[in-house]
């Protein structure tokens, strides 16, 4: 099994605070989709699919009909 580290950049740690903070179905929802992204990142419910245009290169999943989130997947430089 491959080991995954999810790392949350700051500007993520502050929209996640601001978008979840008076809706703590959303933050239970975001929460699972992180959770399942660090076991996972291409499970099917999470609708993990590429992004095209300006944010090409980067990856978005599903977790919520309201949410989204923008990832990249990068190999530890130590491997």
């Known amino acids: 099994m ?3 580290k999810l790392v949350r950049e700051k500007s993520f ?3 996640y605070k601001k978008f979840t903070r008076n809706n703590h ?3 239970k929802k975001v929460d699972q989709a992180l ?3 660090e076991q996972d ?4 419910h999470l609708q993990t699919h590429q992004l095209i245009g300006k944010l090409k ?3 978005a999943c599903s ?6 989130i923008v990832f990249s997947i990068e ?3 130590n491997d």
């Open 2 to 4: 491959v080991s995954r």
């Open 13 to 15: 740690e502050k929209a």
């Open 25 to 27: 179905a959303l933050k």
């Open 35 to 37: 959770h399942s992204l």
């Open 41 to 44: 990142a291409s499970s099917k």
């Open 57 to 59: 290169g980067l990856s």
């Open 63 to 68: 977790c919520g009909y309201e949410c989204r």
């Open 75 to 77: 190999k530890d430089k």
